[in-house]
């Protein structure tokens, strides 16, 4: 058994949390802020058989990985025309930071 | 040294948190969610020297295994006679999952 | 890579997580209650290389470690003469509780 600690980005937890599931893998979730990603995220807590290890960071990479997404910026009602910026741009998403711990005992009472 | 994680069922977690004070055992507690074990519980950290961790499992076999309660079913006011379930039902509350994980140093400031 | 656990007292957690950034150091918060420490504390996850563990524990030190601090009774208003306690008293504050665990992993996805 390893424990696989996973903090993830708000905006994947959920999909995360639904791959999860459909995978049969139990995780606790904890509520975390900070470090490497930007400020919401939560913190997955999940038991996992050495073989399944593997499995784990798969579905991690596959919901959560950082990448660039292209947001628009809100029409500046009445702003300045100068300070506008008219074309939608790029701001970094998703991102998760994974820790693999060696357990010396596991229990489901 | 030994880093017990706990993760204890709401309904347990009181009754826990009391029988490691009684028992001098300091936790520290995270409200968690999910996994094994139905909607709301509570995480607990435990250091604890190596000769105590059978203690540490003890109290929690003691006070959070899972087991099965009888349940009376709301009263169905106005309800369909035929759904109606006039007999209580089985379910299951408590229980634990754990995980005792090796430290290499640990400092008390 | 060790993972750092670090249990801190709220009223120095602000102080210790503006170090950490100071230093370039990343951490995880989840809120925590309990434990060694008075009531509320913030548990900080810290992923750091070997070498630089004994960093985090000197800024650890430096920012959260316990001590006396002198408190003035509340003015008794109305209340008996004879319980009114007229000096300032001692109490505690700050401390930490540090857990430095081996990982067999970490990833940045
Ligand atoms: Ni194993
Ligand atoms: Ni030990
Ligand atoms: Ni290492």
Redesign the interface.
């Known amino acids: 058994m390893?424990?696989v600690?996973a903090?993830i980005q708000d905006k994947d937890s959920q999909r995360f949390?639904n791959a999860l599931i459909r995978e049969n893998i139990?995780?606790?979730?904890?509520?975390?802020?900070?470090?490497?990603?930007r400020s919401g995220?939560t913190?997955f807590?999940i038991?996992i058989e050495d073989e399944r290890?593997e499995d784990v960071?798969t579905i991690?990479?596959e919901n959560?990985?950082?990448r660039e997404q292209l947001v628009s910026p809100i029409s500046s009602l009445g702003g300045n025309a100068d300070s506008y910026i008219p074309y939608p741009v790029e701001v970094q998403v998703g991102?998760?930071?994974?820790?693999?711990?060696?357990?010396?005992?596991?229990?489901?009472?």
């Open positions: 390893k424990l600690i903090i949390s139990r995780a606790t979730k904890l509520a975390s802020t900070g470090g490497f990603l995220n913190t807590f038991g290890v960071l991690i990479k959560c990985k950082s991102g998760a930071t994974v820790f693999v711990l060696p357990i010396e005992q596991y229990f489901q009472f």
